[in-house]
């Protein structure tokens, strides 16, 4: 979209710069002229005009043509050369898709040296996968990885595409949905298609985890979508299966590289790795001060787990956002997940529920987390807890 002043109709009054509110218009010579760079489209100056000479022109987008697109495609995450398990976990969820549509579904790996790494692509799940192998994609750069993704998705004409909700996953794919151009639904918590209309039924949390909405793009294509990791489940290895590796050219200038990468720093701040772990014992507002963590860390020790935590505690300044679990924190799927002093919000839900087994200990019978825990202690964590840890320890010694 793009703003402009029809010159003959403006008739220099002001009324236009008086109602920007970035000071992004100037009346010269009685016509008015917007500073493009400032506005940002609000619309404040064309409401304000009585001559009706301001508009906005909006770029007629093409239609494509849908019938054109067929097949899943995920975009399979790497970083030095290995795949990010996300990508497996949508190799799981984009084959039950593609069985569903009767079409391939197919993975797009892009890096340097990373050709071997197609194979264990096939063995959980693709038909096929498209590699770009270059060694001016070494390092994620925004500009070259949608650039390789664009061409391919030109030629091959995908009708799905599916990416993981990570730091790249979030900046690529985006950025990929304006080249195209088509929408983008993030954070999905669950994926399926319509029977009838044969659409990505995109389905996330909105409103703050008030409802969750499921989101259709009819009108453009590839319908896109990022799924945050440890949501959706991978599918068993299988050495067995057999698909097609097929390499892509795709030609790189230098302009395409706009960042040269001088050297790759890890945070060491971050000791929990949550979404790695079988067990997590996670602490609420029940816990009623820092302190008391104390016997959460003790629990999730004498069962090798880590330690996770509600908003609420994270907000109080009892323990760091790393350990945050729900939708503005991890999403996480132990093995075993105990909620201690949790009260089970849609938000803390959202990033825990598709846990193997959910123990929850709440003094209050009705606490929403009892409607989603496999095992429900209606008591006091100060004290059940404790005694927990105390029988944990007398069985693994
Ligand atoms: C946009 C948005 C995003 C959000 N994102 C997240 C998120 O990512 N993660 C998240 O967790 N929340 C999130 N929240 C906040 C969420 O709505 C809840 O406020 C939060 O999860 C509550 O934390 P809590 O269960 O620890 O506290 P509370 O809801 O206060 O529950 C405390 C529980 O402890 C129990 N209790 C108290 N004393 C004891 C005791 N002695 N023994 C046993 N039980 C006891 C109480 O019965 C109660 O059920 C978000 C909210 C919004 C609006």
């Given at each position: 979209m793009s703003i402009k002043v029809i010159t003959d109709k403006c008739n220099g009054c002001k009324f236009c710069m008086s109602a920007c509110p970035l000071d992004a218009i100037k009346v010269e010579n009685k016509k008015a002229a917007i500073e493009l760079e400032k506005c940002n489209l609000c619309s404040a100056c064309i409401s304000a005009c009585k001559?009706?000479?301001?508009?906005?022109?909006?770029?007629?987008?093409?239609?494509?043509?849908?019938?054109?697109?067929?097949?899943?495609?995920?975009?399979?995450?790497?970083?030095?050369?290995?795949?990010?398990?996300?990508?497996?976990?949508?190799?799981?969820?984009?084959?039950?898709?593609?069985?569903?549509?009767?079409?391939?579904?197919?993975?797009?790996?892009?890096?340097?040296?990373?050709?071997?790494?197609?194979?264990?692509?096939?063995?959980?799940?693709?038909?096929?996968?498209?590699?770009?192998?270059?060694?001016?994609?070494?390092?994620?750069?925004?500009?070259?990885?949608?650039?390789?993704?664009f061409s391919l998705i030109q030629r091959h004409k995908p009708s799905i595409l599916l990416g993981g909700a990570t730091t790249i996953g979030r900046s690529l794919l985006p950025r990929l949905a304006v080249m195209l151009p088509t929408g983008l639904t993030a954070d999905c918590t669950g994926l399926d298609i319509d029977d009838e209309k044969k659409l990505l039924l995109q389905t996330r949390p909105a409103f703050g985890g008030n409802i969750m909405a499921t989101i259709i793009c009819p009108d453009y294509r590839p319908q896109m979508a990022t799924v945050r990791p440890r949501v959706m489940k991978k599918l068993a290895e299988e050495p067995s299966r057999k698909g097609e590796i097929i390499d892509e050219d795709v030609r790189f200038i230098r302009r395409d590289i706009m960042t040269e990468i001088v050297n790759v720093v890890k945070d060491t701040t971050i000791h929990v790795n949550l979404q790695d772990a079988e067990i997590i014992v996670s602490g609420g507002r029940g816990l009623k001060a820092p302190e008391n963590f104390k016997i959460i860390r003790e629990l999730a020790d004498a069962l090798g787990g880590a330690v996770g935590s509600s908003r609420a505690a994270v907000d109080a300044g009892w323990i760091p956002y790393s350990h945050q679990v729900g939708q503005t924190g991890k999403t996480v799927a132990p093995k075993i997940y105990f909620a201690c002093g949790i009260s089970g919000a849609i938000q803390h839900q959202v990033g825990m529920r598709t846990s193997d087994v959910i123990i929850a200990i709440n003094k209050d019978p009705q606490a929403p987390i009892f409607q989603i825990a496999s095992y429900g202690i209606v008591g006091d964590l100060f004290q059940v807890v404790p005694a927990l840890t105390k029988k944990f320890k007398e069985v693994s010694n």
């Amino acid at each position: 979209m793009s703003i402009k002043v029809i010159t003959d109709k403006c008739n220099g009054c002001k009324f236009c710069m008086s109602a920007c509110p970035l000071d992004a218009i100037k009346v010269e010579n009685k016509k008015a002229a917007i500073e493009l760079e400032k506005c940002n489209l609000c619309s404040a100056c064309i409401s304000a005009c009585k001559s009706n000479a301001i508009v906005i022109e909006k770029k007629e987008i093409k239609v494509v043509n849908k019938e054109d697109y067929r097949g899943v495609w995920v975009f399979a995450e790497q970083k030095n050369g290995e795949i990010d398990s996300v990508s497996y976990e949508l190799l799981g969820e984009g084959r039950k898709l593609a069985d569903k549509l009767g079409e391939e579904l197919s993975a797009v790996l892009v890096g340097a040296d990373i050709r071997k790494e197609a194979e264990k692509l096939i063995c959980y799940g693709a038909d096929k996968v498209y590699v770009v192998d270059n060694p001016m994609l070494k390092e994620y750069q925004d500009s070259s990885y949608s650039k390789a993704l664009f061409s391919l998705i030109q030629r091959h004409k995908p009708s799905i595409l599916l990416g993981g909700a990570t730091t790249i996953g979030r900046s690529l794919l985006p950025r990929l949905a304006v080249m195209l151009p088509t929408g983008l639904t993030a954070d999905c918590t669950g994926l399926d298609i319509d029977d009838e209309k044969k659409l990505l039924l995109q389905t996330r949390p909105a409103f703050g985890g008030n409802i969750m909405a499921t989101i259709i793009c009819p009108d453009y294509r590839p319908q896109m979508a990022t799924v945050r990791p440890r949501v959706m489940k991978k599918l068993a290895e299988e050495p067995s299966r057999k698909g097609e590796i097929i390499d892509e050219d795709v030609r790189f200038i230098r302009r395409d590289i706009m960042t040269e990468i001088v050297n790759v720093v890890k945070d060491t701040t971050i000791h929990v790795n949550l979404q790695d772990a079988e067990i997590i014992v996670s602490g609420g507002r029940g816990l009623k001060a820092p302190e008391n963590f104390k016997i959460i860390r003790e629990l999730a020790d004498a069962l090798g787990g880590a330690v996770g935590s509600s908003r609420a505690a994270v907000d109080a300044g009892w323990i760091p956002y790393s350990h945050q679990v729900g939708q503005t924190g991890k999403t996480v799927a132990p093995k075993i997940y105990f909620a201690c002093g949790i009260s089970g919000a849609i938000q803390h839900q959202v990033g825990m529920r598709t846990s193997d087994v959910i123990i929850a200990i709440n003094k209050d019978p009705q606490a929403p987390i009892f409607q989603i825990a496999s095992y429900g202690i209606v008591g006091d964590l100060f004290q059940v807890v404790p005694a927990l840890t105390k029988k944990f320890k007398e069985v693994s010694n």
